[in-house]
């Protein structure tokens, strides 16, 4: 738990703060199921957000890493997209030449 919690900045880390307090000893498995239950929908918004306003600015590797990490995590919070929607996306993202 201290080298989870060191790992945590902003709203996680004052949640925690808390959350340690309230709880005194947890172990890691109730601790995993917390901080999933806290964060989960939060992150899953974010996660749609992020992935529906990416567009390349940089290189072309660089779009296509920040694609795949956000593509990946779609696929987690949303199963039954398409291939050809991730195309799409992709496509849609790039810059004019």
């Given at each position: 738990m201290d080298l989870a919690s060191i790992c945590?900045?902003?709203?996680?880390?004052?949640?925690?703060?808390?959350?340690?307090?309230?709880?005194?000893?947890?172990?890691?498995?109730?601790?995993?199921?917390d901080v999933c239950g806290r964060f989960k929908?939060?992150?899953?918004?974010?996660?749609?957000?992020?992935?529906?306003?990416?567009?390349?600015?940089?290189?072309?590797?660089?779009?296509?890493?920040?694609?795949?990490?956000?593509?990946?995590?779609?696929?987690?919070?949303?199963?039954?997209?398409?291939?050809?929607?991730?195309?799409?996306?992709?496509?849609?993202?790039?810059?004019?030449?």
């Amino acid at each position: 738990m201290d080298l989870a919690s060191i790992c945590l900045v902003g709203k996680a880390q004052i949640w925690f703060a808390s959350y340690i307090v309230v709880k005194k000893s947890v172990d890691w498995h109730d601790f995993i199921m917390d901080v999933c239950g806290r964060f989960k929908e939060e992150l899953g918004r974010k996660v749609v957000e992020d992935f529906n306003k990416l567009q390349q600015v940089g290189t072309i590797d660089d779009y296509l890493k920040n694609f795949e990490e956000l593509r990946s995590l779609m696929l987690q919070r949303i199963l039954t997209r398409h291939e050809t929607f991730f195309v799409d996306s992709f496509a849609g993202g790039l810059k004019s030449p």
